[in-house]
């Protein structure tokens, strides 16, 4: 069993910030990528940052400039530093992991936070 558990999130005004951070555990072999994702209302789950094992990172180019994914490969730790946050960035952000249990071999698999909401007030 794998459990994301995601912090972070809360209610925070136009231009300010917010660090979430996901701690992946359980009976995990190896973790391969991790990310974060937002879905906006009425919006399609869209990538907003990820990282690979080796720190190579990626982002959507709403928070290029503004956002810093990182993670501490000792800890299963991913986290989100979110800077000049504007009202578009309001969403739920869940955490991703692609990653190896101890007991499969060869197998990764996409597991998911439960998300935590994220608000920009205007």
């Known amino acids: 069993q794998v459990r994301l558990e995601e912090s972070g999130g809360g209610l925070v005004q136009d231009g300010g910030s917010l660090r979430l951070s996901c701690a992946a555990s359980g009976s995990i072999a190896t973790i391969n990528h991790m990310g974060w994702y937002r879905q906006a209302p009425g919006k399609l789950r869209e990538l907003v940052a990820s990282?690979?094992?080796?720190?190579?990172?990626n982002y959507a180019d709403s928070v290029k400039g503004r956002f810093t994914i990182a993670r501490d490969n000792a800890k299963n730790t991913v986290y989100l530093q979110m800077n000049s946050l504007k009202p578009g960035d309001t969403a739920v952000y869940y955490c991703?992991?692609?990653?190896?249990?101890?007991?499969?071999?060869?197998?990764?698999?996409?597991?998911w936070g439960q998300g935590t909401q994220v608000t920009v007030s205007s």
């Open positions: 991703n992991a692609n990653l190896r249990l101890a007991y499969e071999l060869d197998v990764y698999r996409n597991y």
């Open positions: 990282i690979t094992t080796a720190g190579s990172t």
